[in-house]
């Protein structure tokens, strides 16, 4: 079931794009039946739990962090996370910095814009992003390395606002691009698309997607509710 759930997407998507396996909520074993298959990407969104299985799991297991993180917290994945896709501040930069710092290493980061309807959702403004850039700040961050963006679309059946959500996200990542890394080809990822709207993500330009119910089903919270 799984493998099959697995080669299905990897056939669907082109080769440039990144598949990062959403494991959250799931047990290592079931990490460990991809694992077996060869995938080597994770994503989670709580820092109790990526902590947790990163301990128990093989260490060439590449984890990405993609949920908001406090930035007490960031001590307790700096050491070994290979990507935050949810930088959604300065001060979180600020910590992240220090912690890399700490662990003697640079840290790959996305920052995350908020393009969705919702008000929920994370990230920084294109605006906020675009005065932080120009401000130049973002020089001074000698221990994290500026790899792309990522952004979340709303909650929608509507295609066309989906797509049109990513668009600018797209849009916005070539343009800072070439404005500030022409000369350096680390900001170079998009994370955009989830199970639901993956397919759009990439027609729009994404190179990284983040899948969690379609690889794994659903997820069951316990008796949590969850909106
Ligand atoms: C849970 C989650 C995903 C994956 O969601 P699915 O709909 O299960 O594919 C992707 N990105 C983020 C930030 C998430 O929290």
Redesign the pocket.
């Known amino acids: 079931m799984l493998a099959e759930n697995y080669h299905t997407i990897i056939k669907s998507i082109p080769q440039h794009v990144r598949l990062?396996a959403?494991s959250?909520t799931h047990s290592p074993e079931k990490i460990r039946e991809l694992y077996q298959l060869g995938h080597r990407l994770f994503?989670e969104?709580k820092v109790q739990e990526l902590v947790a299985k990163h301990q128990v799991l093989p260490e060439d297991i590449q984890w990405h962090m993609?949920?908001h993180l406090q930035t007490n917290k960031v001590k307790y994945i700096a050491p070994f996370i290979a990507m935050i896709?949810?930088v959604d501040s300065v001060k979180l930069l600020d910590v992240i910095e220090k912690e890399a710092v700490k662990n003697n290493r640079s840290i790959p980061c996305l920052l995350q814009v908020h393009i969705a309807r919702e008000e929920t959702k994370f990230g920084f403004s294109e605006e906020e992003l675009l005065a932080f850039m120009s401000r130049g700040e973002w020089q001074k961050y000698k221990h994290i390395v500026f790899a792309g963006l990522?952004g979340?679309a709303t909650f929608t059946e509507d295609n066309d606002q989906i797509r049109r959500e990513f668009r600018s996200l797209s849009r916005l990542f070539h343009r800072l691009k070439e404005e500030y890394f022409s000369q350096n080809e680390t900001f170079n990822t998009l994370s955009m698309g989830?199970?639901?709207d993956?397919q759009i993500a990439i027609e729009e330009g994404s190179n990284m997607i983040?899948?969690?119910?379609?690889?794994?089903g659903e997820?069951n919270y316990g008796n949590k509710s969850v909106g």
């Open positions: 990062v959403v959250k994503g969104n993609i949920g896709h949810s990522m979340m989830m199970s639901n993956f983040r899948i969690g119910s379609l690889i794994f997820r």
